[in-house]
């Protein structure tokens, strides 16, 4: 991040500039004071004359109207421009010229006023020796403006970088839900091109075979299917009552396609259909088990679906008694998309598995958090 000027700052840093420098000079000049009256009123030290109250007033009145050019120098040679060695070097010199300034600026005025209103006159050398003598702490004084002003100035870019970084991160953020809605519309999309095919094909098969009623009764349930899934379609969480509502219409259609060759069963308890899950999770399971397994059949095609609660676990299982073969489960691109959205929505929260019983019935068992509210 580039290092501001003074000038570059903000009008209210501007002015959280200048009010830390009247308190800083004020803060010094009490405390010298309270020093002096302890010293005098306690320890017998001389008490200030005419003279030194005058130079006392001067000096950090001085001081303060320098203080800018010091805070202009330590914008200037920073900590992040200059090595740490260098910047001592450059400061120092740097101090000691604001020093000399001050100190011919403070000699002229003291000297004027000595002369003027007290009849004293000040030599160089009566006011150069106690200067000298307190050099160290002058350039102390130089070195602890600097370390401040670098101290504000971290203070500040950090907060800058503090809310360039949350800015960002709540952009990425952004980015990344679009980029997941983007995804998961393209996995929904992949889910329905060959139901619609087969439904498509079998509703002009009927016709053509003059099974009207038929026809007209497959065609009733697929519009009612695409008008739920057109309902839906911008929703990412439903209730499992909604997706039941889906897969039953599905199934129906299968029962117009298949006749007397197969037939469904749902078991659901009570207290499930209030579950909140993803769109269309389970309809391409019911889908494959329908390509896969049934219409393999040449009769008394089954398949149940059964969903339970157990821990606050919502279990569901499909199942059919077709001729699915499990070692091409996992080149279908409906399972593929399944564990894909299963991951995105429960991370590694979930079960998800395919076996065949005893009764070479495939078995999908999936097991995923119960949840009322997504």
Request: aromatic share 12%; with cysteine.
């Amino acid at each position: 991040m580039p290092i501001p000027t003074y000038i570059q700052l903000s009008s209210k840093n501007k002015k959280r500039i200048l009010l830390g420098i009247i308190v800083f000079w004020v803060t010094i000049g009490i405390t010298i004071l309270i020093t002096k009256y302890i010293a005098c009123h306690y320890f017998g030290d001389k008490p200030l004359d005419g003279i030194e109250k005058h130079q006392y007033l001067f000096r950090w009145i001085l001081w303060s109207v320098l203080t800018p050019l010091i805070i202009s120098f330590a914008f200037k040679f920073s900590f992040e421009r200059t090595k740490i060695f260098q910047l001592a070097i450059i400061h120092f010199f740097l101090g000691t010229f604001i020093l000399l300034c001050e100190f011919f600026i403070e000699f002229s005025i003291i000297q004027y006023i000595a002369e003027k209103k007290y009849a004293t006159i000040i030599t160089l050398s009566q006011f150069a020796v106690p200067y000298l003598n307190k050099y160290w702490a002058y350039i102390s004084i130089y070195f602890l403006l600097i370390g401040l002003v670098n101290l504000f100035h971290y203070i500040l870019e950090y907060r800058q970088g503090q809310k360039i970084i949350l800015e960002s991160e709540l952009q990425n953020k952004e980015l990344a839900h679009q980029l997941t809605l983007s995804q998961l519309q393209v996995l929904k999309m992949q889910i329905r091109p060959h139901f619609l095919f087969n439904t498509h094909q079998s509703i002009l098969g009927l016709i053509i075979t003059q099974q009207n009623e038929l026809a007209k009764e497959m065609l009733i349930k697929l519009s009612s299917f695409l008008r739920l899934t057109l309902d839906k379609q911008e929703n990412e969480i439903v209730s499992l009552e909604d997706e039941l509502d889906l897969i039953k219409l599905f199934l129906d259609i299968q029962k117009i396609r298949f006749g007397e060759r197969f037939i469904y069963s749902l078991t659901i308890s009570e207290e499930a259909k209030n579950a909140k899950i993803p769109f269309l999770l389970l309809q391409p399971l019911v889908e494959n088990a329908m390509i896969h397994g049934i219409e393999k059949l040449d009769k008394n095609g089954l398949l149940k679906i059964e969903v339970s609660i157990l821990n606050h676990k919502l279990f569901i299982q499909i199942i059919d008694n077709g001729q699915s073969k499990l070692e091409n489960n996992k080149e279908r691109i409906g399972l593929s998309n399944v564990k894909n959205r299963l991951q995105h929505y429960y991370g590694s929260d979930y079960k998800f598995s395919i076996r065949k019983n005893e009764l070479a019935e495939t078995i999908v068992s999936l097991i995923i958090p119960f949840n009322e509210q997504f």
